[in-house]
Nanobody, 130 residues
Framework: QVQLVESGGGSGQAGGSLRLSCEASGNSHGHPCMGWFRQAQGTEREGVAAIYIGSTWTAYGDSVKGRFTISQDNAKNTIYLQMNNLKPEDTAMYYC???????????????????????WGQGTQVTVSS
């Protein structure tokens, strides 16, 4: 079982920045991927960013590339999502998740597909005003 706790959500202005944190605890064996997802009211859950723990591999959803950065602090069992140049369409509930990896040949990777993730946090709300 993996427990995930998000923090850092809140309100921001368009063009501004926010940083989300997600602390993991428990047994993450078999779940080397951690990711951020978001869901706005009335929409499907969307993959934002993913990272392979202990590796430099990252992946991003098309809508956030160049604006958001996912990072990790293994000593703190924490991942972060730095969100820059915020837009009103970034408004959503943001979820942290832990999941399984896939392979490109011999190389393990993480995707931003929600179906690859088994453990989810409770979410933190991000609201961006214009």
């Amino acid at each position: 079982q993996v427990q995930l706790v998000e923090s850092g959500g809140g309100s921001g202005q368009a063009g501004g920045s926010l940083r989300l944190s997600c602390e993991a605890s428990g047994n993450s064996h078999g779940h080397p991927c951690m990711g951020w997802f978001r869901q706005a009211q009335g929409t499907e859950r969307e993959g934002v960013a993913a990272i392979y723990i202990g590796s430099t591999w990252t992946a991003y959803g098309d809508s956030v590339k160049g604006r958001f950065t996912i990072s990790q602090d293994n000593a703190k069992n924490t991942i972060y999502l730095q969100m820059n140049n915020l837009k009103p369409e970034d408004t959503a509930m943001y979820y942290c998740a832990a999941g399984v990896s896939r392979y490109i040949g011999p190389v393990p990777i993480c995707t931003v597909g929600p179906h690859d993730y088994n453990y989810w946090g409770q979410g933190t709300q991000v609201t961006v005003s214009s």
